[in-house]
């Protein structure tokens, strides 16, 4: 990599992201701040406060450390987690303290080896473009100004604030919790290593529910995998499910903004499923009405569940930025990602995997089934929804490319169904005539081409990412 000049920030759909130690270094995560601290300082009407949090990423603390430094060289006060926080918490804080806006050092569910930076708004809902693009410009416009830690602290520049009692006090709030309290669920709790780990022993500790955290222990890298919560990461968690049983295991990711899970019996869930699921249990047992908002690769299911209840359905493209867009909107219900995502207005315009849980946990309260229950009586009432995922190492110029070719020329038939519909305002979605789907992305915040794919059955699924793969001559 050239070193003669400073290397290039740019911010994807959530935020901005790099390898440690080569493009995400001390020197870099300073000029952003300095950066942002300008923009945020020029912003008429906005108090000079900032929140900063971090997760559990090697040197994410000192990072975030050097993050504050320069806010408080920059004259806003600063609140500095003390601990790894997940990133809701990190948003709630934002608003809650009518912050300028925050900063929160994490890579979600990217390798070991990436760290990165999250921008909140000051509703503490996902930066938007043009924030992004203001930070972006204003990158090596001024010299970075910092205070050292230990003046600032003495200062009272940067307070020391846990900001996870707050987060859990909120999140208890929008559920039924007595219910859940009383429901005497036994949970388990896949931490993947991440920030989440204790949370939900936390947010039900004196109840009747029961709470096992499964890799739980701070390990920066990930047991060897990455902290995503998708079923082909879930094998120890599964193996040890089906040996001790428990009515559902929440799985969350790295900064615990996202939601998986596996049923009673250990069979990992989709986070397709778990979306669909939180959406039907709304929708049926809580009656709310409402916009429901979904990204271009989320399941068809929620738009079938949608349609059975009058709910319109508006689609966005990828990245959970442009849903916090549409749920700052008046008469949304939810905003729903593919990647385990669920934000809901009520709550902030933000995704949040610890509010997330705690509807799947009011689900399981109310209908007093076992969650596989729950998953057959949504097939029988709108039909299969088998999805799929391949995720093709490449470099962002060659995915992007990739994806344009197939834009320019999309498929006509698929599996030989006629494809009715192409959707192209972010990667590429053909749609076949039966509903079923296939969708090539370049991710905005890895160097990988996703492949989405949905059919009737997991063997179409799997054959339309076989066709997926054929299209851009990998396979």
Known sequence: MNRSSPTAVRFGTDGWRGVIADDFTFANVARVAQATAAVWAASAGRARRVVIGYDRRFLSAEFAAAAAEVFAGNGFAVWLTPVPTPTPAVSLAVRDLRAAGGIMITASHNPPQFNGLKLKAADGGAADTEL??????????????????????????????????????????????????????????????????????????????????????????????????????????????????????????????????????????????????????????????????????????????????????????????????????????VGLEESGSLGWPAHLPERDGLAAGLLLLELLAVARRPLSALVRELEREFGPHRSARRDVPLPAAEAAAAVERIRRGPPTRLLGRAVVEVLDFDGVKCVTRDGAWLMWRASGTEPVLRIYAEAATSAGAERLIAAGLRRLRLA
């Open 132 to 333: 992004c693009r203001a930070v972006e410009a204003r990158l090596d416009q001024s010299p970075v100004r910092r205070q050292p830690l230990d003046r600032a602290l003495r200062a009272g520049l940067v307070r020391r604030r846990d900001l996870r009692p707050a987060h859990y006090r909120a999140v208890r709030r929008l559920v039924d919790f007595p219910r859940v309290a009383g429901s005497r669920l036994r949970v388990a709790h896949d931490a993947m290593y991440g920030v989440g780990a204790g949370c939900f022993e936390a947010l039900l500790a004196g109840t009747t529910c029961r709470v096992t955290t499964l890799r739980a222990g701070h390990d920066p890298l990930f047991g060897g995998l990455r902290p995503e919560p998708i079923p082909e990461f879930y094998g120890p968690t599964a193996a040890w499910l089906r040996a001790h049983p428990h009515a559902v295991c929440l799985v969350s990711d790295g900064d615990a903004d996202r939601l998986g899970g596996l049923d009673e019996r250990g069979r990992p869930l989709t986070t397709h499923q778990i979306l669909a699921l939180v959406l039907w249990h709304l929708v049926t047992h809580r009656g709310a009405r409402g916009t429901v908002v979904k990204s271009l690769n989320t399941t068809s299911l929620v738009d079938r569940i949608a349609a059975a209840h009058g709910l319109p359905v508006r689609v966005t493209g990828v990245g959970f930025r442009q849903i916090s867009a549409a749920l700052r909107q008046p008469g949304v219900l």
